[in-house]
């Protein structure tokens, strides 16, 4: 059996970073790990090859090679993968379909052959065993959660590395928090079960043996969903593991409670973390109620960011804009609060209903939903009809963006965060392709660009004021370009 495993090509987004990645010549952001994943769980005697659409384009060439496709999604992938089944259909190719994309709107796709939901561990061994009777039916579905500690590597070898920016290793799955707006909980439970600290290691040797030296992202939704097990367990043996493998950095998600807890950030600093992404959504009290982000109430957000930033880690930031409670004055509160806070990396969308949430369920209740959710929150679209006015909502939004990334205030918050991040304390080896996008930097940011003067302004102060910070600081710069030029796109500029 010949299979092809398909990963749609993502459009232009945020977290696409298809304008920064051409500054470190790679194709894209991260490689498709679930795909990979399941890839490891199919027969042994199956000829597999893996096309990433953000890598390379499906050929006809591939079409005629397979017996089958496999094709994985998430929601803002949509319309590319309908693209890639269509091409397959046309091949006359048996198509099966499974993650976040198919779990969720897999009525939406009669035109598969096959639908294997919901986790792979347990979905997806019926399927195979059904195929080899000749009796496969159309939709499958796991049984529960199931827990990770079988759940294989992933197949690196199918995967051209090189052209990832990043790679991906998942630790755990499921979130203790349940923000109604959010489906993780739908789809993987609010259990956190994880892998064996043993798998981790083998996984990151594994990873180490490509010869990969740069960074590695620990896809979980909450790294820190059992938060003992990580502090005592997990960070210290990745911290004993990485001792004598320079290059080797990580980055992450978490809840803004990792504030709380000062241990475990030093520990995490300590195995090598230097990034996580928090879901802040709103600095407003009664926004956050009403969406059930308990961990981020009555607290002080800002104090609690800039601490995390002090242990060492950067805070990547999500808010949302759209709240039944919002009033005009959000945004201007809210860009008050990215800048006060340091937030280089500010994620902000426009709240958006994804189905299986419980935020879905009452807005069509309400009869208050417009169409399907694109799955982009920030590209500045809605598919509930707001409280807001719509185009009030859409002025306040592109003002926010406007602001955040106006190279002035941009590279102002990139100055605040470098103040409260302590230097590193050992700088990764450069590579030519290091020295590659700094020339590229200097040239397309600093000659042409038309932040160059707070570029040279930022390169002058971090050269006097924190020498060792100059990479995290030329990559800000690059991100910035990315970020501009996405923002442009969405709210048209």
């Given at each position: 059996m010949k299979v092809l495993l398909l990963y749609p090509p993502f459009p232009s987004t945020f977290w696409s970073f298809k304008h920064a990645l051409k500054f470190v010549r790679k194709r894209a952001a991260f490689p498709p790990l679930g795909l990979l994943t399941v890839a490891a769980m199919l027969p042994s005697s199956w000829e597999l090859r893996l096309v990433d659409g953000n890598v390379r384009p499906l050929r006809a060439a591939d079409l005629r090679w397979a017996d089958m496709a496999l094709i994985s999604a998430m929601t803002v992938q949509r319309e590319q993968a309908r693209e890639m089944i269509r091409r397959c259909k046309e091949a006359d190719l048996?198509?099966?379909?499974?993650?976040?994309?198919?779990?969720?709107?897999?009525?939406?796709?009669?035109?598969?052959d096959h639908l294997v939901l919901d986790e792979a561990e347990t979905a997806l061994p019926a399927f195979l065993a059904d195929l080899e009777r000749g009796e496969a039916g159309s939709v499958y579905r796991a049984g529960g959660h199931p827990g990770l500690a079988e759940t294989p590597a992933p197949r690196w070898d199918l995967a051209e590395i090189s052209r990832y920016a990043t790679l991906s290793i998942q630790y755990s799955r499921g979130c203790p928090f349940s923000c109604d707006f959010c489906n993780v909980t739908a789809l993987f439970g609010r259990r956190t079960r994880s892998k064996p600290?043993?798998?981790?290691?083998?996984?990151?040797?594994?990873?180490?043996?490509?010869?990969?030296?740069?960074?590695?992202?620990f896809v979980d939704d909450n790294f820190i969903g059992d938060r003992r097990r990580v502090k005592t367990d997990l960070l210290p043996a990745i911290a004993r593991w990485r001792a004598d493998k320079p290059g080797i950095s990580f980055l992450t998600e978490a809840s803004i409670d990792l504030a709380d807890d000062e241990e475990l950030m030093h520990a995490m600093v300590a195995a090598g973390f230097d990034t996580?992404?928090?879901?802040?959504?709103?600095?407003?009290?009664?926004?956050?109620?009403?969406?059930?982000?308990?961990?981020?109430?009555?607290?002080?957000?800002?104090?609690?960011?800039?601490?995390?930033?002090?242990?060492g880690l950067q805070v990547q930031g999500g808010f949302i804009v759209g709240f039944d409670n919002d009033s005009p004055s959000i945004f201007d509160r809210l860009t008050a609060f990215i800048q006060e806070s340091g937030i280089v990396t500010a994620m902000v969308g426009i709240?958006?209903?994804l189905p299986g949430t419980r935020l879905f369920a009452r807005m069509d209740e309400a009869g208050r939903l417009r169409?399907?959710?694109?799955?982009?929150?920030?590209?500045?679209?809605?598919?509930?009809r707001t409280k807001m006015r719509a185009s009030r909502l859409r002025a306040g939004y592109r003002r926010v963006l406007d602001h955040l990334y106006s190279p002035r205030q941009y590279y102002d918050r990139v100055r605040r965060l470098l103040r409260d991040l302590p230097a590193p304390p050992h700088l990764r080896p450069l590579t030519m392709r290091d020295l590659s996008a700094v020339l590229h930097s200097f040239v397309r940011l600093g000659l042409i660009g038309r932040e160059r003067f707070q570029f040279w302004g930022l390169i002058l102060w971090t050269a006097l004021r924190c020498r060792r910070q100059m990479p995290l600081a030329i990559t800000l710069a690059i991100y910035g370009h990315h970020f501009r030029k996405v923002a442009r796109q969405h709210v048209g500029r």
């Open positions: 048996r198509v099966v379909a499974g993650g976040p994309l198919f779990t969720i709107e897999h009525e939406r796709f009669p035109e598969v600290t043993a798998r981790v290691l083998a996984e990151l040797d594994a990873i180490h043996a490509l010869g990969w030296r740069g960074a590695i992202f996580v992404f928090v879901g802040l959504e709103s600095p407003d009290e009664a926004s956050l109620g009403e969406c059930s982000k308990t961990q981020n109430r009555n607290r002080d957000l800002v104090a609690s960011v800039r601490c995390i930033h002090r242990a709240l958006q209903a169409g399907d959710s694109s799955g982009d929150n920030v590209d500045g679209s809605t598919n509930i």
